[in-house]
């Protein structure tokens, strides 16, 4: 993302996990840990709208790491439909952020990956804040955000997505009364738009 940005390897469930960490100006809030989209359809951690959430977190003080998932770049494995990526996420979680406050992120695939992995660490952890952003509700079973982190969560959605139709987030965000943030004439990538995505994002990280 910067010239500061670190890159590194570490242990993971499946192999090496390869990463990149963004520091911000001062002592950090605690550490974001943000999911790229689908390994089988080109996301990485460099994605635009992946590094867009990493530059948010930054600005709001947070320590941001991306990583990539099994199979994708210098991470080891095979892609494993999201059982073994959730896997990767919680290795990513406990080997950078083992205590502290936490801020979690997904975009697309990485969105779903999230969702469950915010149900499985809700009741140990300081989940100061969740963002998912193209949530994708139409083709993955999307966890349901634990009700105690309703108002600490941002959802983002663009009104014209074509990969991920706004109708099916809607019907995921629906039963758990869930306000979802329209972006007007938004599609799945936010083409255009990633200035002011990363400026919702940051307003809600620093409300």
């Known amino acids: 993302?910067?010239?500061?940005?670190?890159?590194?390897?570490?242990?993971?469930?499946?192999g090496l996990?390869?990463?990149?960490?963004?520091?911000?100006d001062g002592t950090p809030r605690g550490t974001a840990v943000i999911a790229h989209p689908h390994p089988l359809h080109g996301g990485t951690l460099t994605n635009k709208v992946v590094q867009t959430l990493a530059r948010a977190c930054v600005l709001a003080g947070w320590t941001a790491v991306r990583f990539n998932f099994r199979g994708v770049g210098a991470s080891e494995g095979a892609h494993d439909g999201g059982r073994g990526e959730l896997d990767d996420l919680l290795a990513v979680v406990a080997a950078q952020a083992p205590e502290g406050p936490l801020c979690l992120a997904g975009f697309s695939f990485g969105a779903f990956v999230t969702s469950h992995a915010a149900v499985g660490l809700h009741s140990s952890r300081d989940?100061?804040?969740l963002v998912l952003v193209g949530t994708a509700a139409s083709r993955f079973t999307v966890?349901?955000?634990?009700?105690?982190l309703h108002a600490r969560t941002l959802v983002v959605h663009g009104e014209q997505d074509d990969t991920v139709p706004l109708s099916s987030v809607m019907d995921w965000a629906r039963p758990q009364v869930l306000?979802?943030?329209?972006?007007?004439?938004?599609?799945h990538f936010f083409h255009g738009q990633l200035p002011m995505l990363r400026e919702l994002v940051l307003r809600h990280l620093r409300a």
């Open 127 to 129: 989940i100061q804040q």
């Open 143 to 148: 966890a349901p955000v634990p009700e105690e």
């Open 179 to 187: 306000p979802v943030l329209v972006v007007p004439g938004g599609g």
């Open 1 to 14: 993302m910067n010239a500061q940005t670190q890159s590194l390897t570490m242990a993971g469930p499946a």
């Open 17 to 24: 996990i390869e990463l990149a960490i963004d520091q911000p």
